[in-house]
């Protein structure tokens, strides 16, 4: 009787792991993020929404190494969306600027293989929650996020510079950069 409850209870520990692998882990940071910045209600629902897409595209980031297409596609729509409620149609311009901006920008180091496609796409995305200038912020601040990171990896000793690029979750830098852009609110 005891082999046989060990075993039950093997088997619901496999069964939790395995529901739990995968991108489902991208949602834990999300959950546990977007109600602490929902409360800040002097900053408007654009942080909170902002930071639960990045969020998401971290998670899938680490889990996976790769954000999704319809995940960043949702993210465009939704900044757009949000600016254009809020903004009206100058918000909306002033939206898809910020995104335009961002992807023009960070394509060129897309074809110099400093960032990956889904990364391009991700800060694209994002930037639709903010206007040029934010949106060059968010650059800024997750340059320096990335730097940070690769630098902790390199004194950790996990990677070689080299090696930095297929396998560093970027999105955890763009994830920073999003939590620093609202914490320092240029």
């Not at 792991?17 to 999300?30: K, T």
Request: net charge positive.
């Amino acid at each position: 009787m005891n082999s046989w409850r060990t075993m039950e209870r093997q088997g619901a520990a496999a069964m939790v792991a395995r529901e739990l692998e995968g991108a489902y882990w991208g949602l834990l940071p999300a959950f546990l993020c977007w109600p602490l910045l929902a409360m800040q209600t002097s900053l408007g629902p654009a942080p909170a929404t902002m930071t639960l897409m990045a969020s998401l595209m971290a998670g899938h980031d680490v889990v996976d190494r790769r954000i999704p297409n319809a995940l960043t596609a949702l993210t465009a729509v939704v900044g757009l969306a949000l600016s254009g409620l809020l903004g009206g149609w100058a918000g909306l311009g002033w939206s898809a600027l910020g995104g335009l901006l961002v992807l023009g920008l960070t394509t060129v180091f897309f074809l110099m293989g400093a960032l990956g496609g889904g990364d391009v796409k991700a800060l694209a995305a994002l930037a639709t929650f903010v206007g040029p200038a934010s949106a060059a912020w968010l650059l800024l601040l997750t340059a320096l996020a990335g730097g940070a990171l690769a630098l902790g990896l390199l004194i950790a000793g996990r990677r070689w510079p080299a090696s930095f690029a297929p396998t560093m979750p970027y999105g955890l830098a763009i994830w920073c950069g999003v939590v620093l852009l609202w914490a320092v609110r240029p």
